[in-house]
């Protein structure tokens, strides 16, 4: 059955989604502004409902608070007005926000920091995962958060192991791989051939992300390890081939092309890995309309898509404060955002 046949009231629902995304004038005018003044008066004009009076360096936590309350407004539209399989789709897409919070949590506990201060718990409310984080606080350290969450047998304690093993800088990274390993197992990916596709996709970027990771870390062999499932011959050649071959095989993904050009000027390993981690909203803006076009927006993996580019804008509309806050100059903030700017 086609998509459209399948879920009439889903292409409106996601072209809906795409209204309400930034324009590039107005978050390239967010990235690049001189204070958090401008900052917060330019947000005030788009779709993004900020009701703060002043940003500061020091609640910047309410912006992101403010900002992931419109987007799970957003996706409690979706959800509300879907079938099982969309709200599926929703719910994990949500879950990000439960390794966000075990991330968090784990730098506050690591800096000696309050961890109920960096936790944001909407999410977690409407995804009836309260109680996972709540399980988490009081931690004395970083290790007994894996142990706890061992005994739940939730799939975040696996990054603790790894970074107990490979090093607990990397501990980021391994969440972020755990996350999408989590949403590998959504059981519609085995019914939908578009949304198995998405997370297919996302997964190879991540392993591919990790085998470059892997390589300045010097881990060698054990890089098969930190892959999920099977590489592919793009994560393949992120394994063992020059940075120069590496480029031109990933030139014929949805992120090649913007990667190569972000390092076209210096294209080592670790511009690679730096790039790879400021393109991510450029890529999934990207992916999210070669998805429309591929399988029309009635389709869940053009849903998919269109969250987690959603969710990226976010996240990377909260970086911009952030960066503006530490007072990082505009030229260094350029290098985050120029991939966006250029799509």
């Given at each position: ?7 009439p ?5 996601v ?9 590039r004038d ?10 958090l003044e401008?900052f917060?008066?330019i ?15 020091e ?14 407004e957003?996706?409690?539209?979706i ?7 969309v ?17 968090n ?9 309050n ?19 709540a ?5 004395k ?7 706890r969450?061992?005994?739940?047998k939730?799939l975040?304690?696996?990054?603790f192991?790894l ?6 800088d ?13 949403l590998s197992?959504?059981?519609t ?7 198995s ?15 470059i990771r892997?390589?300045?870390?010097d ?6 390890e930190?892959?999920?499932?099977t590489?592919t ?7 063992r081939?020059?940075p120069?071959?590496?480029l ?14 972000a390092v ?6 670790e ?12 890529y999934?803006?990207?992916l ?6 591929r ?7 053009a849903?998919?898509?269109?969250l ?10 909260v970086?911009a ?5 530490e007072g ?7 290098r985050?955002f120029?991939?966006l700017?250029?799509?």
């Amino acid at each position: 059955m086609i998509p459209v046949a399948k879920r009439p009231y889903l292409g409106p629902r996601v072209r809906g989604l795409r209204i309400k995304e930034l324009p590039r004038d107005k978050f390239l005018a967010l990235a690049y502004a001189n204070t958090l003044e401008e900052f917060l008066n330019i947000l005030k004009t788009t779709t993004y409902r900020v009701t703060l009076e002043k940003l500061t360096k020091e609640n910047i936590v309410e912006l992101r608070n403010a900002l992931i309350d419109t987007y799970l407004e957003r996706v409690k539209s979706i959800y509300m007005s879907g079938d099982s399989e969309v709200k599926e789709v929703t719910i994990s897409s949500l879950k990000f926000f439960e390794y966000e919070n075990i991330r968090n949590l784990s730098i506050a506990i690591r800096s000696g920091r309050n961890p109920e201060d960096f936790i944001f718990w909407k999410p977690l409310e409407f995804t009836r995962r309260r109680h996972v984080i709540a399980s988490l606080l009081g931690a004395k350290n970083v290790e007994e958060v894996g142990e706890r969450l061992k005994q739940i047998k939730h799939l975040a304690y696996r990054a603790f192991e790894l970074a107990a093993k490979y090093g607990e800088d990397k501990l980021s990274i391994f969440i972020d791989r755990q996350w999408i390993e989590d949403l590998s197992k959504t059981p519609t990916a085995r019914r939908d051939a578009t949304y198995s596709k998405f997370i297919e996709e996302v997964k190879e970027y991540v392993n591919t992300l990790i085998a470059i990771r892997a390589r300045l870390w010097d881990i060698g062999e054990e890089v098969n390890e930190l892959i999920i499932g099977t590489p592919t011959p793009i994560t393949s050649s992120a394994v063992r081939d020059p940075p120069a071959r590496f480029l031109e095989n990933a030139t014929y993904t949805p992120w090649g092309k913007i990667l190569l050009d972000a390092v076209a000027a210096a294209p080592t390993l670790e511009n690679i890995a730096i790039a790879m981690d400021n393109i991510y909203p450029a890529y999934m803006r990207r992916l999210a309309d070669i998805y429309i076009m591929r399988f029309t927006e009635f389709s869940l993996g053009a849903l998919a898509a269109r969250l987690e580019y959603m969710r990226a804008e976010v996240m990377a509309i909260v970086r911009a404060a952030s960066l503006i806050a530490e007072g990082v100059t505009l030229e260094k903030r350029r290098r985050f955002f120029e991939a966006l700017a250029k799509l």
